[in-house]
């Protein structure tokens, strides 16, 4: 007996809202924008300063996530958190260099 197509599963999972990607990393995209204003001189970035790079790449955004980095960042300077950060970074080591490669055919 042949069998027509199976019947649509019924979805048992919620849809996440940032296509599967975890939301701590989505939180990357707004902090990169700002950042890329700063690049460009902002030295205190706004929320449309951020809206404006997202939307000029096509990014979609929540006026939250910008309004909160916006928030975080209030009296900081960016150069001096990423050299805070760097400090952090570095204690955690170089790792090694690769092991060399194998001898070659004969």
Known sequence: LA?????????????????GYPPEAMGMKYLGAYLMAVIGGKDAPTGDDIKAILEAGGIEFEQEMINRVIE???????HELIAAGYGKF????????????????A
């Open 3 to 19: 069998q027509g197509p199976a019947p649509p599963r019924a979805r048992t999972r919620r849809p996440r809202p940032h296509r």
């Open 72 to 78: 975080k960042m209030d009296g900081k300077q960016a």
């Open 90 to 105: 570095a204690a955690c080591g170089g790792g090694g260099g690769g092991g060399g490669g194998g001898a070659a055919a």
